[in-house]
């Protein structure tokens, strides 16, 4: 008979506790982030060494980026790693944006001008729609003098465009 109250506890536990807490888990956008499968490039973009192109939007992503480039402390992050940058046909906002991917997550996209010449630019090279990757670094997340932490950023090792 005991068992049998244990049961109905843990069933009225679940019922109105556990599934409450699923539910919360799961409506945090974060938990929502799932990681994809990392893609073979249709193109490596020529690594310059310069690493002067801008993403925008990490601001939305900075788990992800922080995960990936660590703790620094006082000190920035300069992580070197590939980004994966997919052409966003089904992009809610715009659906000509360009998904920038590290480590099988976004973190980031490139500017709306940006994602247009970017696109412009496969569709010259006969890869529209393809997935290429380039170098990239992650920067930033250190801690300043008064405490505050500082946000990642991400830039991309492919030649800026004239737009």
């Known amino acids: ?6 049961g109905v506890i843990a069933w009225i536990l679940w019922h109105f506790v556990g599934r409450h807490a699923v539910k919360s888990a799961t ?19 020529p690594p310059l060494g310069e690493y002067d192109f801008d993403v925008v939007g990490e601001g939305f992503c900075q788990p992800q980026l922080e995960a990936m480039a660590g703790d620094h402390g006082t000190n920035s992050a300069e992580v070197y790693t590939t980004a994966y940058l997919v052409p966003d046909d089904q992009n809610s906002h715009d659906d ?9 997550f976004t973190v980031g996209h490139l500017s709306r001008e940006d ?5 412009k630019r496969l569709s010259a090279k006969k890869m529209s729609g393809a997935t290429t990757s380039c170098k990239a670094v992650i920067m930033g997340g250190f801690t300043n003098r ?17 737009n």
């Open 146 to 162: 008064a405490g505050e932490k500082a946000s990642y950023g991400v830039r991309l090792d492919i030649k800026p465009f004239d």
């Open 96 to 104: 000509k944006a360009v998904r920038v991917d590290i480590g099988g």
């Open 27 to 45: 409506s945090d956008p974060i938990q929502k982030t799932v990681s994809r499968p990392i893609p073979s490039p249709a193109f490596v973009w």
């Open 1 to 6: 008979m005991e068992w049998l109250a244990g």
């Open 115 to 119: 994602a247009r010449s970017f696109r």
